[in-house]
């Protein structure tokens, strides 16, 4: 891997903290690669050979079962997938392809699974990570088992206003992977955004404009033990 992709990937929590001598050999037997949009990275039930960090672009993370697809998450630089994975040295319960030209790196899981055993602070990091991880799936479940789809999409407006504090939201994702995201049909998903429409919620496109923040907080009622997916 050329050095001067070092440096991102040693800012990552996973490892910042670890010997410089272990990473050093990581990064031996890693490499980055350039892939076009709606190339498939990964698939579902196939073995982690590598563990992957988008330096750029944006990768989809879906599954399938019983020919219907939903995706899972969006992956932005810089950060890495799918951890659990690398470590079990289990099958992948996710599929990866990338939303855009991306550049991925691709360190070998036996590699990872070996500076895991000798260096604490990296084990450390991994732990922390996975158990982050974990919190989310969490708080993704009570998201899709405590609340009507209506409720689902204005706390997740109410994050995104958050995260840029801005009342106009530009939709980062088709409506159609925001529908999946969310556990509805796109016509659910319409359905729901004129049902937000008395709260305050107007839409023109992929904009999405909260008119009274107040209002559609007293409406999905947002909860720090679900909507912050930071801790």
Known sequence: M???HHADIRR????AEMEESNFK???RGSYVQNFPQRIELIMEGETSDFLHVVLSGSVDLYSCWNNQETSMATIRPVSTFILAATIKDAPYLMSARTLEKSRIALIPSQDVRAIFDMDAAFARAIVNELAQCYRTVVKNTKDLKLRSSLERLANYLLRQH???GSSVIDLSMEKRRLAS???MTPENLSRAFKGLSPFGVTVSGSQIKIGDVETLEAF???SVLIDNMQS
């Open 2 to 4: 050329p050095e001067s």
């Open 181 to 183: 995201f969310l556990g």
């Open 220 to 222: 999905a009622k947002p």
């Open 162 to 164: 958050n995260k840029t």
């Open 25 to 27: 050999a990581l990064m």
């Open 12 to 15: 990552l929590d996973l490892f």
